[in-house]
Each structure stands twice: as C-alpha cells, then as structure tokens.
C-alpha cells in the first residue's frame, strides 16, 4: 500500500471561482482517477489522470469545467472551475499500483461546499 | 451501462447481529466485484473482493460469494462489533485490463450499537 495525500481536505467557497485539488502518493503508481461523491449519491468516476498527456473524462465531465494535470507518477490535481453549489461534493483521488491488480486505493478526500 | 444498487441505509444493529447488506449489479461480460469499506474519518479501503462466479472474498469476518445467476455480492458477517461501524460501498470492474476505475453503489451507513 502507499500513503495518499489529498490537500485540501475542506473548503468553502464562493460561486464563480476555480479550486485546485492536489493528489500527491508516497511512491510510483501505474493509474490515477478523480472521483466525486455527492451527498447521498454513489461514487462517480470523473476522469482518469494520465501522465504527460490529456485526462480520459468519463461521460457527463469535460476538461473545461474539470482540468486535471498529472506531471509524473507520483502528482496529480484536479480543478473544479467557475464553481456553483452544484459542484459541493466531496473528491476523492484513487490510484493503482499496476494493471494486473484491480485493487483501488483511495485518499481521505477533499470535501469541498460551493456557495 | 454498469450499475449497482445497495440496500438504503441506515442499518442499525446491536453488537453480535448477524449481518446482510444485500448488493445487485448489472454490467456486461463478466465484472470482478469489491466491497469497501470507510470507517469514519478515513479514506475507503478494499474490504474484499471476488473476480469471478462462485468465488467467496473474505476478511475481517466479512465474507461475500459472486451469484452470477442472481447478479448479487451480498457482504455478511455473522457476529458484528461496534468496530464494524462504517460505510460500505458496493462496486464492480467490468471493463478489464486494470486499467479503469470502478463502479460504485450509493454506500450503506452501518451503525452498531453496544
């Protein structure tokens, strides 16, 4: 296992402004996704990060409202952009260590609420 | 597309109940299926896992048989602790090659009480 390190782990903030999240493990992993977990919904994967080249956005997300940057095998950050209440969830970043393990590791998450 | 539905919760139960929160799921092929689980304040963490029909993931006492037949992943537990309470969440990998994220359930709140 590795240690995951999601900063920040809340914010409060106001309508129209952008929040970077940073995702940040202690050693090299194969995949990074972002999650958003809405209040009394599921889990709902927003994209996965890939190093050195454009996020894979999962039906329903777009780059524009939800950049996502992953320099190395280690980082990763995803912005929620021109925010609105709609967007108070709370973001999880996941990784996997290698393609033959399906197992999920999650960070303790940022929970973030729009006013 | 993939889904799955876990029972609602709250459940809330008294120290050494058995426990059952049923799991039902629709994909195609055949998925592998995880139950997590988040304790409070802390991040999720694979609780266990099955990859294919009739397989039994166990852990901590939690056990949960793959039921093709019934597209079910129902998590069990025969003496629960107050320890035990958390969120569990559902989930399956259809798509292969490690290479995806997973589908989620809503998350079943667990509360036992001494």
């Known amino acids: 296992s590795a240690v995951i390190s999601q900063k920040p782990s809340r914010d409060i903030c106001q309508r129209g402004t952008s929040l970077t999240i940073q995702c940040q493990v202690d050693?090299?992993?194969?995949?990074m996704f972002w999650y958003r977990q809405q209040p009394g919904q599921s889990l709902t994967l927003i994209a996965t990060a890939n190093q050195g080249s454009e996020a894979t956005y999962e039906s329903g997300f777009v780059i524009d409202k939800f950049p996502i940057s992953r320099p190395n095998l280690t980082f990763s950050t995803l912005t929620v952009s021109n925010m609105s209440p709609e967007d108070s969830s709370i973001y999880l970043c996941?990784?996997?260590?290698?393609?033959?393990?399906?197992?999920?590791?999650f960070g303790s998450g940022t929970q973030l609420s729009v006013l | 597309g993939n889904s799955v539905t876990q029972m609602e919760g709250p459940v809330t139960l008294s120290e050494e109940a058995f426990l059952t929160i049923n799991c039902t799921y629709t994909?195609?092929?055949?998925?592998?299926l995880f139950w997590y689980v988040q304790y409070p304040g802390e991040g999720l963490q694979l609780l266990l896992k099955a990859t294919k029909a009739d397989d039994k993931g166990s852990n901590k006492g939690f056990e949960a048989t793959y039921r093709k037949e019934t597209t079910s992943f129902h998590l069990e537990k025969g003496s629960v602790q107050v320890s035990d309470s958390a969120v569990y969440f559902c989930a399956l990998s259809d798509r292969g090659g490690g290479a995806d994220g997973l589908t989620f359930g809503k998350g079943t709140h667990l509360i036992i009480q001494p």
């Open positions: 994909a195609t092929g055949y998925p592998s």
């Open positions: 996941s990784v996997k260590f290698d393609l033959t393990n399906e197992k999920l590791f």
């Open positions: 050693s090299q992993v194969t995949m």
